[in-house]
Every structure is written in structure tokens, then in C-alpha cells.
């Protein structure tokens, strides 16, 4: 663990240092929506900087430049690899990062957009995503591994954390559709 952090707490520090900041930004945010007239200006202002405040120190980690290189593309194959060789506390945090990773997009986006309230719109949001992500790992040859199994992963933490906001999805409004 102290080599995670070691590397790591920076991350973590300046993703904590930031709250006042992200506080901030979504009550400004809301406020300007509030008098453009939004119909829930102070839902989607939240929804909106936690999305981008809870993923923006994951992707800074997923694209500083790291030590191999390679492409895994054998669906598992990557993880069951990473499981069998990392001690446990890496293999922790390798699949425990993963599933964070995309996890305020996917815990927010439906309680922000009505359209986007239901796990096969958070999936295909967030695949996408780390898709991107991935492709842009090996693009810029970050010297990290682009991976499916990191796609899979970052993917089911969305999904996760989709279920876990189940409760406060935005409904759809009957005038709307």
C-alpha cells in the first residue's frame, strides 16, 4: 500500500483539496441554471461537477505515463494474469482502481438525464469511455497496458454504481415522454 501511495497521493490530495472549489462551481452552476429557467437547475449542477470531479483524478492517473506497454485484447485473459501474479493488496488495488474509475459517471448520469436513466445507457456510456481511455493510452504510448479487461472492469463499477443511485434517478417527466 505505501508504494500505491507513494505514487498516487498527489491524486489524492489535490482531488481533496479541490471539494471547496467543486462545491463552489456546482452551486454557481445551479444558480446560473436557476435563472436560465432549467427545470431542476440544482440536481443536474450536482450531477455534473461530481461527475467530473469524481472521475477527472482517476483518468489523470489512467494517463500519466507508466513503466510497460502492450496491448491485451483476450477478454480476462489480463486479469486472471494481474490476479495470479500481483500480491493481494495489488491485485486490490488494481480491480478495486478499475471499478472506481468511471463509477461517479455511472452513480450520476442517470440521476442527471432522464434519457440516460437505465443500466444499458450508464454500460454503453461508460464502455465508450474506456474505450477511449484505452485507445488513448496506446496512441500516445503512455507505456501502460490498453486492455479489454480494463474496459470490462471500469465498465461493471459504473454499472455498480448505477445501482447503488438507483433511488434518486431522474424520472422522466409525463409531458416529456
Do not use: C, K
Not at 60 to 73: C, E, F, K, S
Not at 143 to 157: E, K, L
Amino acid at each position: 500500500m505505501r508504494q500505491t501511495w507513494d505514487a498516487w497521493g498527489h491524486v489524492i490530495i489535490t482531488a481533496l483539496a479541490s471539494v471547496p472549489a467543486v462545491v463552489l462551481a456546482a452551486l454557481l452552476l445551479a444558480r446560473l441554471r436557476r435563472r436560465g429557467g432549467h427545470p431542476a437547475p440544482w440536481r443536474t449542477a450536482a450531477a455534473d461537477v461530481a461527475m467530473a470531479a469524481g472521475t477527472a483524478p482517476w483518468l489523470w492517473m489512467i494517463l500519466t505515463p507508466g513503466n510497460g506497454q502492450g496491448v491485451a485484447l483476450v477478454p480476462l485473459a489480463d486479469l486472471v494474469r494481474q490476479l495470479a501474479h500481483l500480491p493481494p493488496q495489488g491485485a486490490l488495488v488494481q480491480v478495486g482502481g478499475n471499478l472506481l474509475v468511471f463509477a461517479a459517471l455511472g452513480a450520476l448520469l442517470p440521476v442527471r438525464s432522464p434519457r440516460l436513466a437505465s443500466l444499458r445507457a450508464v454500460a454503453a456510456v461508460t464502455a465508450t469511455a474506456s474505450t477511449t481511455v484505452e485507445l488513448l493510452q496506446y496512441g500516445l504510448r503512455l507505456g501502460r497496458v490498453s486492455s479489454v479487461d480494463d474496459v470490462i472492469v471500469n465498465t461493471t463499477g459504473a454499472v455498480l454504481a448505477a445501482l447503488a443511485t438507483r433511488r434518486w434517478w431522474a424520472r422522466r417527466h409525463p409531458d416529456r415522454g
